[in-house]
């Protein structure tokens, strides 16, 4: 049973045009929605989080869209830069009890820029 | 700030052996998490601490698996006895609950079971 998915394995994206990366999820217990970026070798880094109650944060050229109804988040990337090739993964987190720091992560999605 | 340290970053041994991997958490963090990552299934939750208190273990998946965290600042992942099926990156994790709807990895250990 996958709660959280990412349904597109992998993205091209020129350089300095906006990448869009899309997440669904079934669980609508879910607290928050964190997006991590992972490069080869490294551990996850976190980059935007989202709020349930909320529907968009933006942090410089990221931006994270949350659509309750339809159980979809995106990230938005603009302008994308070459150093933003990696492996993106959308997490689900519950914060209350005793399912806290549970991430729930998708399979990820990889963006390659191109300049 | 150091970030969560983990170590070894690699290691390699032969199935049988007992492999414990190490963490330091963020420094005042009361949150600690084990996750493994395998091209199975992705990243998945293998247990959390809170307060070196651990509460959700159910993501351990045998009782191969043990972890501990003696003190706020140390936790512990071991293998006994290792099996090659084991062999993924395992991450450690943490946060600080209160505020935390962020929860910061380290680089991982990478583990191979020959």
Request: hydrophobic letters at 35%; glycine letters at 8%; one cysteine or more.
């Amino acid at each position: 049973d996958q709660q959280v998915k990412q349904n597109s394995p992998s993205l091209s994206v020129q350089e300095g045009r906006i990448s869009i990366l899309n997440c669904d999820y079934t669980n609508s217990m879910f607290d928050y929605f964190l997006w991590y970026k992972k490069y080869p070798a490294e551990g996850p880094t976190f980059l935007i989080s989202i709020s349930s109650i909320k529907d968009k944060n933006e942090d410089g050229r990221f931006t994270v869209f949350l659509n309750k109804s339809a159980k979809h988040l995106s990230l938005h990337i603009v302008p994308s830069q070459p150093g933003d090739s990696a492996v993106y993964f959308c997490a689900a987190l519950s914060a209350g009890g005793t399912s806290y720091g549970k991430l729930t992560f998708g399979q990820g999605t990889i963006l390659t820029v191109h300049p | 700030d150091a970030g969560v340290i983990q170590s070894p970053r690699h290691e390699v041994t032969e199935m049988g052996q007992e492999v414990t991997l190490r963490c330091k958490p963020i420094s005042g963090h009361n949150s600690l998490f084990w996750y493994r990552q395998t091209m199975m299934r992705g990243l998945e939750l293998l247990i959390y601490f809170n307060n070196n208190v651990p509460i959700d273990d159910s993501g351990m998946p045998e009782d191969r698996f043990s972890a501990k965290m003696p003190n706020a600042s140390f936790s512990t992942l071991k293998i006994q006895p290792s099996e090659p099926r084991d062999s993924a990156v395992y991450f450690c994790a943490s946060s600080f609950r209160s505020t935390g709807n962020t929860i910061y990895f380290g680089e991982g250990s990478w583990l191979t079971v020959v």
